[in-house]
């Protein structure tokens, strides 16, 4: 038993250490030696932007205001917002713009992949970009990721979505945003080496062809429809300048919820897209997709075996000693930053980072949870906030 507990505790500290830093190292290492510059070409290609919306009328007609006024040729864009049984006004809100060139679709309730799909079907574009509808839009947005298309070996373009901080938020927020600052960095690393792991859904675009209809209503919208891009031989790379801004869930219980429903669907996205794990056909990108989206989701795991096998191990020596110590004054600490995650103390690097992280894997841990038990979260239910 002490020799199942060693090999417990060594291994899952060997996981961790290999996803914070030896991953990151992996990959900048990686894209320092081969380093895929992407030929871009200031053009302007035909867009379609796809709005997909479910009772959202407290930011759309913010987010149509902000799209209207992009820095892109009139006649090369286009805008759809399919309102996926909306319950409140979101519907008429968008009529008001009929007349400025917006297209709205009419849908009843059926779920966001679904509403995708119908936005697709009806779009006249060459590039095909999803927005969400809160997502607040760079005036050169476009035109930044379209150039990008002028390399025909890019299929597909993520957005630099950053996050802005209400001045109500809890301190979970600040969390957020300081963990997107790391995830956009490692973006571009992944970048530079091929291809991102995939895209955000607050601005992405892939080219019409590579788009695959759905048929799983269940899965993370975003994540499918830019692997797809993968899947079919073709870049998706990342555009630092083409940037987007929405506002943080200000409430930690929201945040979690947001995330639990974003992770359930992801991993099923995952087992959707399976086969780019195949390090044969899809080389250094299966390592980064099991390293980003696989092992990520399972340190919650990880870090679980890690206490209890440290607190069995704590008589055999002082280094397990201290390792069990450090687990729990981390955790404490991170039960402290939850009390006075409202309070202007709880917004102090020392408690929030904590209190955030441990709030991150509980969540991807009841997400596995859900995926075990075979749980499907086909409707959506945003956890925006308005811009």
Known sequence: MSDITLLGFWLTLAALVYVYAGFPLLVVTVGRLRRREVNKKPITPAMSLIIAAYNEEKSIGARLENALALDYPTKALEMIVVSDGSTDQTAAVVEGYA???????????SGKIPALNAGVTHATGEVLVFSDANSMYHRQALRKLARNFADPE??????????TIPEESESSSRG??????????????????????SAHGGMYAIRRELY??????????????STAV??????????SEALSYEAAVP?????????????????????????????????FYSLVLFSHKVLRRL???????????????????TLYVIATAGQVAFYSVAGIGYLLRR??????????IPFFYCMANAAALVAVAKLIRGERIAQWQPQRHSP
């Open 99 to 109: 007349d400025r060139g917006v297209r709205l679709l009419r849908l009843p309730r």
């Open 154 to 163: 890019v299929g597909g373009v993520a957005g630099n979505t950053a996050y």
């Open 176 to 197: 957020e945003d300081l963990y997107w600052n790391y995830d956009t960095w490692l973006k571009e690393q992944e970048s530079q080496s091929g291809s991102v792991v």
């Open 212 to 225: 695959q209809p759905i048929p799983d209503p269940a899965v993370t919208d975003d994540f499918v429809i």
């Open 230 to 239: 993968i899947e079919q031989g073709k870049r998706l790379v990342f555009e």
């Open 251 to 283: 409430e930690a219980g929201r945040e979690f919820r947001r995330r639990t429903r974003l992770m359930t669907r992801g991993l099923r996205g995952l087992l959707l897209r399976k086969r780019l794990l195949n390090p044969f056909r899809y080389g």
């Open 299 to 317: 340190l919650p795991v990880a870090l679980l075996i890690l206490l209890a096998s440290s607190a069995a191990l704590s008589r055999s020596g």
């Open 343 to 352: 309070t202007r103390f709880g917004q102090q690097k020392y408690l929030y």
